[in-house]
């Protein structure tokens, strides 16, 4: 069991009734490579141990090798078995990394629900949870532009909780007979399979444009929030609306959301673009790394809530997952948190079979008639059955902690081997009957409904412009500003005319100036007329990234590199390093090869990469120590100044000391970018300098605040704070080549 869910996992799993032969018998199906000793012998898959894992069964003589005899079952058997590996890949989220962890409330929402899992503050919830995106297959890149998954299995001890959601609290449509639609136009395009895993053609934008209703997320996906930094630095949001029950009967409305510990931080574009071909699994390697080094990611879980007699005060619908429910009018309340601790033993069948149903919910918590989430509650177990077949919920990963008693029967590759002669209800031996309120049956909301039928939605939510403007309007300048190049990429990338003129007649709809701006980068012309649908400028809190820098200042996994040549000075190289492990970031060493480079005390150190085979697209910070030989090495090799370049256009923070102050001057070369020529620490547009770098004035453990004067403490400062938007306000960064 070890293998497959953690030892959490095995108290809940004896807390709910699953005796030690059960236990046992899970913990037999891992096996574990590592535990493997030479004297064990390979089998077959049927058991019997094989002479060889090398050689085809065949006629050989002394000088000839003759045909493959196709009788050797040994041969067969791991070459068919191997053609049938693949399961068909998630019809969207293919791409996409999970991790374990738990999951526990410190506050009690017994007002909202009566369901353990948000009430019983004692109680720890193992959970499993994917990060994915969207469009691109199982292969493509991490860092595309796209919208990221976030779902969350929780195996309670009353049954299995999905919240499938997003990093987006919006989706592109209302109802979910268009999500086929939604998708077709955003994959590759069906003649020729182009592009992948990007938003950025005429198929997009077309839908886009004639499709009104997706206004307000694709406004959220041309923005920063679709290039995250690491799955560990973005929300997570329920998207649809959902229902709590309370022990009195009372029902509310309500939405999740997952706000993350270390702050919502992203990419910059450019950076984006290069990881993909860089590094394109830079997300799941960092989310690895981080619980590999004991840096576990945290988010604390809120619910907003309505009550459901408030559900049409509203001037939008409750029920339309296209709009977000303003902060301002119903705040969020955090109630509990969540650390992922344990990355995946095996990614077939712990990320690939891991299978995630909107309709898994426990007593306690219910649906409301969102028209999307109702059809996602059909969607996801069909896509389910034939992704992986219909006994999908007994493989391990899937399996709940709690007993799973019922008459389903037979299907391809049942697990589960049931006793007894009866297999239906009603049956002469009274075997499983249903269960009461008091044993903790799901009982349906009894939820009064009128009306007729008809194909349509209510009147509200024929909205599809206000909150793309109050988002935008929500947005720092900055963050209004990548937008904008956003949305000049993304149309630059459609050739056909009708797409980007009618988009930019779009944008109009939400803001003329950035209608305006586009247009001029894209072609086509705005409207001249008033925007019709005004918001009055109006704001709402929680939209911009600014307002989560995080829960304290912090470098922990932060990567910095430290870029070395022979006679780099060894104790300001010993200082940072010593500093930046303290500090739980990850100090990556560079060097022009790896072969040991020498530091002026005739010490050495070993490069864990060369400046060719990483970039600084890899990495949070870079850090260049002194030394005069070896200054003067770094101005003669090319690819290291484009470090220091490509660094400074990315808005990451540099330190220099000693003689690398200068290289570091004279390769920016913006007389507005200053640097110190003392030892007293200088921080100028986010370069951090220092002549001399004093051992002695370095504490232990470096204090992360704005006010800070050493030079370690600014240089963590400007680690801790993610990027130096100042230099982009200055439009510094530009004014560099890299
Ligand atoms: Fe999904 N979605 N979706 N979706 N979705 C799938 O299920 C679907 C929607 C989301 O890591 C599929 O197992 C319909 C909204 C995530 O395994 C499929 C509709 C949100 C994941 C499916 C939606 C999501 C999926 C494909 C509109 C945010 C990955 C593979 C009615 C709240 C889960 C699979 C994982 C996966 C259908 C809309 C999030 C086909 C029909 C809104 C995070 O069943």
Not at 364 to 387: A, E
Not at 468 to 497: G, K, M, T, W
Request: hydrophobic content about 40%; glycine content about 8%.
């Amino acid at each position: 069991m070890s293998g497959l869910v953690p030892e959490t996992v095995q108290k809940v799993a004896h807390a709910a009734g699953l005796g030690p032969r059960e236990s046992d018998k899970l913990k037999q199906l891992a096996h574990d490579t590592k535990d493997m000793t030479p004297q064990d012998r390979v089998t077959t898959d049927y058991g019997v141990k094989q002479p060889t894992q090398d050689d085809w069964l065949k006629i050989v003589s002394e000088d000839h090798t003759g045909p493959l005899l196709l009788e050797d079952p040994f041969g067969r058997e791991k070459i068919m078995r191997f053609d049938h590996e693949r399961i068909p890949e998630r019809v969207v989220h293919a791409r996409g990394s999970a991790a374990f962890g738990r999951f526990r409330v410190f506050e009690s929402a017994s007002d909202l629900t009566f369901a353990p899992v948000l009430t019983d503050t004692s109680r720890e919830t193992p959970v499993a949870v994917r990060f994915s995106t969207v469009l691109g297959s199982r292969g493509s890149a991490d860092t595309v532009r796209d919208v990221r998954g976030f779902a969350v299995k929780f195996y309670t001890a009353e049954g299995n909780w999905d919240i499938v959601g997003n990093n987006i609290p919006v989706f592109f449509i209302q109802d979910a007979i268009k999500f086929p639609d939604v998708i077709h136009a955003g994959k590759p395009e069906p003649h020729n399979e182009v592009p992948q895993a990007q938003s950025a053609h005429n198929n997009f934008w077309d839908f886009q444009f004639n499709h009104t209703e997706a206004t307000h997320m694709f406004m959220w996906t041309m923005s920063d929030r679709a290039i995250p930094r690491s799955y560990r630095m973005m929300q997570g949001f329920g998207v649809n609306t959902f229902t709590l029950v309370n022990s009195k009967g009372e029902r509310h409305f309500v939405k999740f959301t997952w706000t993350p510990e270390l702050g919502v931080h992203s990419l910059v574009w450019d950076e984006a673009l290069k990881l993909a071909g860089q590094d394109p699994d830079f997300h799941r390697k960092d989310l690895w790394e981080a619980i590999a080094n004991g840096v576990f990611p945290k988010w604390k879980f809120g619910i907003q809530a309505i009550p459901e007699a408030d559900e049409h005060k509203f001037d939008f619908d409750i029920l339309d997952a296209t709009k977000i429910w303003p902060e301002d009018l119903v705040p969020t309340r955090y109630i509990g948190e969540m650390i992922l601790d344990r990355n995946p033993d095996e990614f077939f069948t712990q990320v690939e079979q891991l299978a995630f149903c909107t309709s898994h919910v426990v007593p306690g918590i219910g649906f409301s008639d969102d028209p999307l989430l109702q059809g996602r509650n059909f969607s996801y177990f069909d896509t389910q059955i034939s992704r992986i077949g219909i006994n999908f919920q007994e493989l391990p990963i899937n399996r709940p902690v709690c007993p799973v008693m019922n008459f389903n029967r037979d299907g391809a590759l049942r697990h589960a081997i049931t006793r007894g002669t009866v297999n239906y209800w009603p049956n002469r031996y009274g075997v499983c009957p249903a269960a009461s309120t008091e044993e903790g049956a799901y009982l349906e909301y009894a939820q009064k409904l009128a009306g007729v039928k008809a194909r349509a939605r209510s009147a509200k939510f024929k909205d599809h412009f206000s909150q793309a403007q109050l988002f935008y309007n929500s947005l720092s300048p900055i963050e209004r500003r990548h937008v904008l190049n956003a949305f000049a990429f993304e149309l630059d990338h459609c050739e056909d005319p009708e797409v980007y003129t009618k988009m930019v007649i779009r944008l109009a709809d939400i803001d003329p100036q950035l209608a305006q701006s586009v247009a001029e980068m894209v072609g086509g012309d705005p409207p001249t007329t008033e925007v019709k649908h005004k918001n009055h400028g109006k704001r709402a809190k929680a939209i911009s990234q600014d307002e989560f820098p995080g829960a304290a200042p912090t470098i922990a996994s932060r990567r910095v590199a430290i870029l070395v040549v022979d006679g780099y000075d060894a104790v300001a190289y010993k200082t940072a390093y010593a500093a930046l492990t303290t500090a739980l970031a990850v100090p990556l060493v560079i060097g022009p090869n790896r072969r040991k480079v020498t530091a002026s005390d005739g010490s050495t150190v070993q490069p864990h990469h060369h400046f060719e085979g990483f970039r600084s697209t890899m990495v949070d910070a870079i850090f260049i120590p002194g030394g005069a030989k070896s200054a003067q090495a770094l101005a003669g090799n090319g690819r290291a100044l484009h470090w220091i370049r490509e660094a400074f256009g990315h808005l990451k923070t540099i330190g220099a000391t000693g003689e690398a102050v200068d290289l570091v001057h004279k390769t920016i070369g913006l007389p507005s970018v200053t640097v110190s020529a003392s030892g007293e620490a200088q921080e100028s547009y986010g370069v951090v300098t220092i002549k001399e770098l004093r051992p002695e004035s370095l504490s232990e453990a470096v204090t992360i605040a704005k006010e800070a004067t050493g030079f370690m403490e600014k240089f963590f400062y400007g680690i801790a704070t993610h990027r130096c938007w100042e230099r982009e306000l200055a439009g510094l960064n530009t004014l560099v080549a890299y």
